[in-house]
C-alpha cells in the first residue's frame, strides 16, 4: 500500500499556561498515521491528544538548546477536523512548536536518529525500509538560510520555520530507497537534527492453494506411477518465485503427463503467480513397494507463510486366486440314486479388491461345508482367505457323462478353473441261472 503524506498543520504561539490546543484534519483512506513534533523551551512535554484520543510518545529528546523534543504518533486516529490538545510540564512564556504531519498507508514510526553535536551543517543518519519517508528537524541559534536535505545533497521544502527563543525547522523527503540515510540541516548558525522515518505498511506476501489435501494415490505393485491429481496455487504480493516440492515417494510437475520431479518453481510478476491459480499436478512415484504412502507438499516463497498439502496413497499388492487341484473326477452314482460323494479342492483369496464369485457349472453343486448345504454358487467377501470347496454331482441325473468346470473370478486377479468330470450309470443287471 502506498505511503502517501497528507494535510499538515504548524502551529507556533506562547502557551502562557500549562496547556494548548488547536485544530488539525485528518485525511481519509486505510492505513491513517498522525506524527506530531513538539518543540518546547524551558519544559517539558507531558502528552498530546487528538479528538480525545492520546497519542504515543515515540521520542522524549532533551537539547544543549534547553529545549524538549518530542515526537508523537497516532496510528489509525479519526479522521476529518479533530482538535489536537498539548499539555506541558508548567506554564511556559516563550513560544512553543508543534507541527502535525498527517498519513496513509503508514504503519507508523520507524526508526529515528538524532545528533545533539552543535554544528553547521548538522547530520545525523537513520536505516530505513523501502519506501519510507523522512521527516527531518533542526533547532539552532539562528534560521537564518535554514535549509534541510533529505538525503544529504537533496535539498527539501523547508514546511515550517519557528522562532522559539532558539528556532526550529524542518521539511519531509518522498518515499526513498531502502538503507542508511543521512540527513543534512543547515542555517547561518550551529544547529542540532533529528530525522524520523515514516514507514509504509507493508502488506505481506501471501499463498493460497486448493484443496488442502488429495487422497486415493495407487497402484499395483509393479505398475506405477499412480494416477496424477491436481491443486492449484495463487499468490498476493510476492516478491519471490513460489517453490513447490513433493514430499518422498511423490513427484510434481506443472504439465499434466510429463515433467514431474521432486520440485517445481512457479514464476511471479507483479506480486502474483503468473497464470495463477496455476495448476500443479502431483503423483505417487513408480517403483514403490505394498505400503501405505503419506507426506505433505510444501508450497513456499520468501516472506509469505508456507503452505501444504496433505498426500495419501498406497501401493497394493497384486490381487491372486489359488486353487488346488484343478482338476477331480470320478463323481458318480448308478441312476435314481444320486447325489454323488462330495470331493473338496482347496481355494486361496490373497489381497483381493473385490468379492469372489465361485459358480458351479449346471450339473454340479457346491459348498464351503461337508455334507452341505450346496447351492449353485458361493460368494466370498473376504479379501484374503483360505479353505476347502466341496463339490458334488447333482442327484436325479439321466444316464450320461458330465464333464464340466467350475469358474472362480474376482474383479482384479485372474480367474481360475476347476475341471469336473463324473458320470451317471445304469444300474448293474443280475443274471438268475436256474438249474
Request: proline content about 5%; overall charge neutral.
Amino acid at each position: 500500500m502506498a505511503l502517501v503524506e497528507g494535510n499538515r498543520t504548524t502551529d507556533v504561539r506562547v502557551p502562557a499556561g500549562s496547556s494548548y490546543s488547536f485544530s488539525h484534519n485528518q485525511n481519509t483512506g486505510s492505513d491513517g498515521c498522525l506524527v506530531i513534533i513538539v518543540s518546547a523551551p524551558a519544559v517539558s512535554t507531558s502528552s498530546v491528544t487528538y479528538g480525545g484520543v492520546s497519542m504515543t510518545n515515540k521520542r522524549n529528546q532533551s537539547t544543549p538548546y534547553s529545549t524538549n523534543w518530542t515526537v508523537w504518533e497516532l496510528k489509525n486516529p479519526p479522521t476529518g477536523v479533530n482538535t489536537v490538545a498539548v499539555t506541558l510540564s508548567g506554564g511556559s512564556w516563550n513560544n512553543t512548536s508543534t507541527v502535525c504531519y498527517s498519513f496513509t498507508g503508514s504503519s507508523g514510526v520507524g526508526s529515528i536518529g538524532y545528533n545533539g553535536t552543535q554544528a553547521n551543517p548538522s547530520t545525523t543518519s537513520l536505516t530505513i525500509s523501502s519506501n519510507s519517508m523522512i521527516l527531518g528537524s533542526c533547532i539552532g541559534g539562528n534560521s537564518t538560510s535554514a535549509n534541510i536535505q533529505i538525503p544529504q545533497g537533496t535539498s527539501r521544502t523547508v514546511d515550517w520555520n519557528h522562532n522559539i527563543n532558539n528556532y526550529t525547522w524542518g521539511g519531509i523527503s518522498p518515499s526513498l530507497s531502502a538503507g542508511s540515510t543521512t540527513i543534512q540541516g543547515s542555517s547561518t548558525a550551529t544547529s542540532i537534527i533529528m530525522g524520523i522515518e515514516i514507514k509504509e505498511t507493508v502488506v505481506p506476501p501471501s499463498l493460497s492453494r486448493t484443496p488442502a489435501s488429495l487422497s486415493g494415490f495407487t497402484y499395483q505393485v509393479g505398475s506405477g506411477p499412480s494416477a496424477e491429481q491436481t491443486f492449484t496455487v495463487s499468490g498476493d504480493n510476492l516478491t519471490a518465485n513460489v517453490t513447490v516440492s513433493a514430499p518422498t515417494n511423490y513427484e510434481v510437475s506443472t504439465t499434466s503427463g510429463s515433467g514431474f520431479a521432486n520440485s517445481v518453481t512457479l514464476t511471479q510478476s507483479g506480486g502474483n503467480i503468473v497464470g495463477e491459480p496455476k495448476t500443479v499436478y502431483v503423483r505417487l512415484k513408480s517403483g514403490l513397494t505394498v505400503n501405505t504412502y503419506t507426506g505433505n507438499v510444501t508450497i513456499t516463497s520468501t516472506g509469505a507463510t508456507s503452505l501444504t498439502v496433505a498426500l495419501s496413497g498406497s501401493v497394493t499388492a497384486v490381487p491372486t486366486l489359488a486353487v488346488n487341484p484343478s482338476t477331480l473326477t470320478g463323481f458318480t452314482y448308478q441312476v435314481g440314486s444320486g447325489p454323488s460323494t462330495e470331493q473338496s479342492f482347496a481355494l486361496a483369496g490373497q489381497d483381493l479388491t473385490s468379492n469372489t464369485i465361485i459358480s458351479a457349472p449346471t450339473n454340479y453343486e457346491i459348498s464351503k461345508t461337508s455334507g452341505g448345504p450346496f447351492s449353485s454358487s458361493i460368494t466370498e467377501t473376504l479379501t484374503s482367505y483360505s479353505y476347502s470347496v466341496y463339490v458334488r454331482l447333482k442327484a436325479g441325473l439321466s444316464v450320461n457323462t458330465y464333464n464340466e468346470t467350475i469358474n472362480i473370478t474376482s474383479t482384479g486377479a485372474t480367474s481360475k478353473t476347476v475341471a469336473l468330470s463324473g458320470s451317471v450309470t445304469a444300474p448293474t443287471r443280475r443274471r438268475i441261472i436256474i438249474v
